[in-house]
């Protein structure tokens, strides 16, 4: 069965230092998402991609944080500096639709500590 | 502001009975989609049972089924004959048309089922 993956699944970094996330979406899939959850918090949405676009994103996507599809495969999330805020879990998602009904397929996330 | 509430941080059963999970949300939308994940301690989120809103008939999956209280902005998820692997962290989510279709998440239930 087809499934999201994600690299890597544990990254530590330095304050400050740029970092980028990987995730390699459903193949047939068309619209793409960052989730993160902090320890002990709820999943929090940050940004759904498609076509090259961002199509929505949250207060918590600052001009610190961007997203590329950089060839057909990947969708990468960069942190520009990291805080020690950005520690959390980030979820990359995808499905075939943009609408209510259509599953968000979820990656088993790559754990952020930022040190 | 659009909110999830779980009420219930943890739950425990025993294996063969059965649970229910309450989820209530706020919204002023109309149209609009709920959902349940189920996050295994691996961490990948799996999609249990989802619901339109306009429909008035309770969702089912097998063993899984809702109790969609409309009026109430109620959507409880009932587990029966639960079983050791249904032990996990459960997310009451809800997604509608002017917010992109971004999942909103509650903060989840941990559930503990005991043989």
């Known amino acids: 069965e087809p499934e999201v993956t994600q690299t890597p699944s544990h990254q530590v970094t330095q304050m400050g230092q740029e970092v980028i996330l990987r995730c390699v979406p459903i193949s047939n899939h068309l619209y793409f998402y960052w989730y993160r959850q902090i320890l002990g918090q709820k999943v929090e949405f940050l940004v759904s991609f498609y076509n090259n676009e961002i199509s929505e994103k949250s207060e918590i996507f600052d001009d610190q944080f961007s997203v590329e599809r950089p060839d057909g495969s990947n969708f990468t999330l960069k942190i520009r500096s990291t805080k020690l805020e950005d520690s959390a879990m980030y979820f990359c998602?995808?499905?075939?639709?943009?609408?209510?009904?259509?599953?968000?397929?979820f990656g088993p996330g790559t754990r952020l500590t930022v040190l | 502001a659009q909110t999830v509430t779980q009420s219930q941080p943890e739950m425990s059963v025993q294996e063969a009975e059965t649970v229910t999970l309450s989820c209530t949300y706020d919204t002023s939308e109309s149209d609009y989609y709920l959902f349940w994940y189920k996050q295994p301690p691996s961490r990948q989120m799996i999609l249990v049972i989802r619901q339109e809103a306009y429909k008035q008939q309770n969702a089912t999956e097998n063993r899984f089924s809702v109790n969609f209280q409309k009026a109430a902005k109620s959507f409880s998820l009932k587990i029966s004959d639960s079983q050791l692997g249904d032990a996990a962290m459960y997310f009451c989510?809800?997604?509608?048309?002017?917010?992109?279709?971004?999942?909103?998440f509650g903060k989840g239930t941990s559930l503990l089922v005991t043989p």
């Open positions: 989510a809800y997604k509608w048309r002017n917010s992109g279709y971004a999942l909103n």
């Open positions: 998602a995808s499905s075939e639709a943009r609408d209510g009904w259509s599953e968000q397929f």
